[in-house]
Every structure is written in C-alpha cells, then in structure tokens.
C-alpha cells in the first residue's frame, strides 16, 4: 500500500488543523497554563484507526485514530516532569507489529509551540505526524535508553550527532517492510520500532537492500522522504532570510565520504534572492507553491556535465555520449528542525538528433548548518604561518572556478601573501572568524568546523564575496612544516578517499593510490572498498594498466613532478619521451610537501591535464586542479583486505576538486576508538 495523492500533495495537513478530539484519555500536564491539545494523524493510510499512545516520562494515555488517521489527545492533568519529552507511538490496526513511533520534545517545548489557547497541530510541530522517518530517528535516538530519562535537551544533543543519512536509509527499510509484502522484519524482532533500534539488524537489512534490491530501494526512498516533506512546507512568515545547507560529518573518517559543498540561498522580500556553491552564483525568483515548497529558480541556471549511454533512437543503439545538465529550479521542504531536502529539477541535453532535450530530477538530504557547527573559538594565531584554505580565483587557467585551494602566507602585520593567486591580501581574526580582503577585490570569512580531521588538520567553512557574487565551500586547513623530500623517502604507496580523477570526477570510486617505485616508476589506481555480507571489507584495485603509469623526478627538496604519457595519433599510453616520436606529457602532478608524521603526509598538489591535446601539457595547456591533500601513507606492500571504514556514497552532481583524506589510527583503524 502506497501514500495516497492527498498525503503527497500535502493537503492532509489543512484537515489537520480541523481536527475534534477523537477521543482516548484525558490527562495531562500540572501546573498553570498547562494546557495542552496535541492534534496529528497518520499520513499512512495503513495506519487509519491505528492505536495511538501519547507518553510524557512514565505517564501514557491512549487515543484512537479515526479513519483517516486523524487523532487528538488533551494532556492536561498529568503530574508530569516539563523537561521530559512527550513521545507518541501508532500501532497499526490488527498488525502489531507495524508501529511507527515520534519524539516531539519536551512537555515545555510544546506547551510553548501552542501557544496561548494550548493547542499545538503539525503546523506548529511536523513531528505530530509519525512517519517511517520519525520512527528510524526516534529508535536511533533511543538505542536502548529508557524513553522516561529522555529530556529535550538530551533529544536535542542526540539528534544533532545523528547521521541523517542513516536515519532515511533506515525509514526507508521500515516503508518496504510495511508496505511491499516482498519484504519482512528480521526473525525474533517485535516490531518495525524494535527493529529500527537494533544497530545490528538495521545494518544487514539496509546493506542486503541496497546490493540486491536497488529498484525497489530507489522508489521507497523517494517515498519516505516525500512523505516527510509533504508536512514541512513553509509559510510566509518563516521563510528564512538566509539558508546555508550542507553535509556535515561528526567523525573525521566520514569527512571524505559524507562532505557535500555547501549550498546557500538567500531569500528577499519581494521574491528576489541569489543561490550559490562552490562555484556558482545566480540571481533567483522565489516563491511558495500550492503544497507549501519554497521554490527558487535561478537566472542563470548552474550547468554540469556527465557521461552517460544515451539512447539515440536515429542511430539505433546506446550511445556513450556527454550530457550537459542544467539545475532550473530547486524545491525545499523542511525534514525537521535540522533537515532540509531539496529538489532539483533538471534540464539535459545531448547529441541525440531524436530527443537533444530531456527533464528529470533529483534529491538531495541537506544539514542546515548552524553555530553550533563550529568551534567558538575568540582568536587563533595566524601570524607567521601558511596554511592551505579556500579561495576565490577567475583565472582562466583554472578549472575549478570560481573557489580553489591555494596556500597562504600569513604575517604578523595583518598582511599576507599567495602562492598560486590572490597574491596580496589583508587579514583580521574576529568573533571565530578568520576575515581576509584580497587585492583583487574578493572578501572571504573562514569558520572552523568541529570536525577533527587528522592531528595536523582541520575543516574550514569559507563564505567568499566578489562583487556581487558569493561562494560557499569547505576546505582542509593544513599548515606548512619543515618537511621536505629525500630521494630514499619518497618510494612507497600513498592512499586517499575520495574521487581520484578530478578530470573524471563521475567515476564512483572509493579512494585511490599513488605509488611510487624506487626506479623512478609508479602507477596509479583506483580503489574501491566493498563489504560482504559478514561485515568484512575487502579491496578492489585497478591494476597495473599502460595508462596507470606514472614516472617521477625529485626537481628540489621541494618540488616532486609525476607525469604520465601517451601518443595521441595512436592512443599509446606510457610512452617513453626520449625515444618515442609524438610522445608528450598529457598528465603532470607537481607535488610540494607540508607536512609528515610518518603514518600520512600532507602535500600541496598543482594537476595539469591536457589528454584531449595531441600536444600535450605545457605552460599554455592548461586547465590547473589544486588540491590540499592528505595520504595515508605506506611502504611497498600488499593491499589491506580489511578496513574499519564507511562505503563512499556518490552524490548528483558529485563533489568538485575538494578532496579530503583518511588516516588509520594506531587501534586498528576506529579513529573514534582511543
């Protein structure tokens, strides 16, 4: 059984407000002004004339849904704790084990959302509807608490350490086992509520979905989270001036496979505002649609391309073609307190004569970043330091416009200079923020994020201004050591998370290496973690292929170059450039070391790519990528066949050129561990 189209179009939400008391018990809370009235319903149709039990603490009462799920509970009366949270759990009718469950906040929260009349309904609190997504964080929430210690200061810390993700993938799990008979709770467990609580069984479950049941796996997370957002529309009055969104990890060994780029809207009155990221920036219109979204439509839609096998009807067959798409509006409804989800809608084109323009869209869960994202820190010493951040840059010869790594140098008279652009620029550290005006103009503040990294970096939030434009991005901060290389060191595997080729960036690759012979030679590949159904991890590598080769020459103490080569009129990889008639350098990594702590190194990396020129690369065969990296790093031994670490997640469009790396700590890998 699905939603119906009046769940989906949000319209249950106006007969929410309409709702009489449906009866159950009628007690509540003590003391003066304690009035309180919750009104919800069930947006499941499964769940019409369920069983609803409304907790505060240790005390319950007992309503009925009607038919349409509607339900009301007066709470006055009870002689209940304000702090702890009021709870609601929905059994559905002749299935118990079908229960979905939702923690709203404490009694003084509510008794504040309702106002002066005491009656609070989903317009003041969306969690007043229970739905899969409630469920998975309520469980997640309570992993094995007793619900009566739960107070909404301890609610409000617990979700925000959740991981959101986890959270839809475990809503997501609960709708099929509701709804799709195809699919069943594990043996031995009560109920969808007791099964969204066990860590142990939510994980097989989720990870057997997602490896065996993608189709079915795509269209129930597309379900739960609509359905979630049907009930977190905006009104008028509380569309936000400014909304600053992201994935935010809460472990450094998730920053590489969870960070997101930022996106920010800003919303005017009169409809106007702008939408931006780390490399683009537009004007918008902005509206309310009949359902309650927040509708933004840039002016200059944000471009993207990717390739694809596209069905050219003319040619009769699946073609590999690049597509270039388009993001022409984006949709936002609020997933709680904390969680947005965005839908953007698309428009692609290709080199099909028979349908050169198609539509579709996609969606994305975001984090709304908040202060207590960062660390509050009142001063951090710049002076005399160069650290690798963030900034803006319009040179032509980079391809990662408009925000790019680059290394800063830092002086105690509040002036500073750049490597690679931006050369001069000026500096202050105020209230957590690290302020910089840069000679061409551009103005950017820094925040650091609680995320830790690794010892020797950590994670910076900039928000960059040129003119009239503005940007978002994350960047790791590195600081500059007395590390330099030494022919002797050099040899050894160097590994990272994330994408590998930033030329490529689509490939969903899990991490790669470099590796770097003591003859000079190396290869690079790439490297992608699965985990089997016992949990074990296991690595698949690329192999040793002509187009992985890499040869490489210490140029200083400085500067390590790696090239790799071909003929273009032949489409020979790994040529030799002495001997090899047309053979040029079409890959060129030049590598400044930073730092080292003998398990990982921290570089600063400038790419040259230029594989489409029969030429090759060459100081007017530009783009550039610019990378502030850190590897772990390895002698010249087998790949592990285990590793503690999360499976990558790609994203649509994916990150661009921000790469991030892991460390394995000393306990095995569990950076969380001590």
Not at 432 to 453: C, D, E, M, S, W
Not at 563 to 583: G, H, M, P, S
């Amino acid at each position: 059984m699905r939603l119906s189209n009046l769940v989906r179009s949000g319209a249950l939400i106006t007969s929410v407000l309409l709702l009489s008391a449906c009866g159950g018990g009628t007690s509540g809370i003590d003391g003066p002004g304690a009035e309180l009235v919750l009104k919800g319903a069930i947006a499941d149709p499964a769940f019409a004339d369920a069983t609803v039990v409304v907790g505060i603490g240790d005390y319950r009462t007992e309503a009925r849904a009607d038919g349409d799920g509607r339900f009301s509970v007066d709470l006055a009366g009870i002689p209940a704790d304000r702090s702890r949270i009021v709870s609601i759990f929905a059994t559905a009718d002749g299935a118990p084990s079908v229960r979905l469950a939702s923690y709203l906040g404490s009694a003084t929260e509510l008794l504040a959302q309702a106002g002066t009349d005491g009656i609070l309904d989903v317009t003041g609190n969306m969690r007043l509807v229970p739905t899969p997504i409630s469920t998975a964080e309520a469980a997640i929430i309570d992993a094995g608490d007793a619900l009566s210690t739960l107070t909404g200061e301890t609610l409000d810390r617990k979700r925000y350490s959740l991981d959101f993700d986890a959270v839809i993938d475990v809503a997501t799990a609960l709708d099929l086992i509701i709804h799709n008979p195809a699919y069943a709770l594990p043996q031995n467990t009560a109920d969808t509520f007791a099964f969204a609580g066990d860590a142990d069984s939510r994980k097989a479950y989720v990870q057997d979905l997602k490896r065996n049941h993608a189709d079915d796996w795509s269209a129930a997370r597309l379900t739960v989270v609509q359905q979630q957002a049907a009930f977190g529309t905006f009104t008028p009055a509380d569309v936000p001036s400014q909304l600053l969104v992201a994935n935010v990890p809460q472990l450094a060994y998730e920053v590489s496979t969870q960070l997101s780029t930022p996106l920010g809207l800003s919303f005017a009155s009169g409809g106007t505002g702008s939408v931006y990221d780390n490399h683009f920036h537009s004007a918008t219109s902005w509206s309310l649609d009949a359902t309650g979204y927040l509708v933004s439509e840039p002016a200059d839609p944000d471009a993207f391309e990717f390739s694809e096998y596209v069905d050219c009807e003319s040619y009769g067959a699946s073609l590999y073609l690049t597509v270039t798409g388009e993001y022409i509006r984006y949709r936002i409804a609020a997933l709680g307190p904390r969680h947005v989800v965005v839908f953007r809608d698309i428009r692609e084109t290709s080199q099909c004569p028979s349908s050169p323009v198609r539509y579709s869209a996609d969606m994305v869960v975001y984090t709304r970043l908040s202060d207590d994202d960062f660390e509050p820190a009142a001063s951090v010493a710049f002076a005399d330091r160069t650290v690798s951040v963030p900034v803006y840059t319009d040179a032509s010869n980079h391809r990662s416009l408009h925000v790019a790594p680059n290394l800063l140098s830092f002086y105690a008279n509040g002036t500073g200079t750049g490597l690679l652009f931006n050369d001069a620029f000026a500096w202050t550290f105020a209230a957590g923020r690290l302020q910089i005006t840069f000679a061409n103009g551009a103005q950017a503040a820094y925040r650091k994020l609680r995320t830790q990294v690794t010892d020797e970096a950590t994670l910076w939030l900039a928000e960059i201004r040129q003119g009239q434009q503005q940007y978002a991005d994350f960047g790791l901060f590195f600081e500059s050591g007395d590390w330099t290389f030494a022919e002797q060191d050099v040899p050894g595997t160097y590994f990272q998370f994330g994408y590998g080729d930033e030329t490529n960036p689509q490939d969903p690759v899990q991490g790669f290496t470099l590796n770097f012979a003591a003859d000079h030679g190396g290869y690079y590949s790439d490297d992608t973690y699965y985990e089997r159904p016992d949990g074990v991890r296991y690595l698949q590598r690329t192999g040793n292929r002509p187009e992985d080769q890499i040869h490489w020459t210490l140029e200083s103490p400085t500067t390590l170059v790696a090239i790799r080569t071909w003929i273009y009129a032949t489409d020979q990889y790994d040529c030799n450039l002495e001997t090899d008639a047309d053979c040029v350098i079409y890959d060129r990594r030049e590598i400044h070391p930073m730092r080292s702590d003998g398990d990982g190194v921290v570089w600063f990396e400038i790419r040259t790519y230029a594989q489409d020129s029969p030429e090759g690369v060459g100081p007017t065969s530009l783009p550039h990528y610019t990378q502030a990296r850190y590897y772990d790093r390895s002698p010249l031994l087998p790949p592990p066949v285990q590793r503690k670490l999360r499976p990558y997640r790609p994203s649509h469009p994916p990150p661009r050129l921000q790469m991030v790396g892991y460390r394995p700590a000393a306990n095995g890998g569990n950076p969380s561990a001590p």
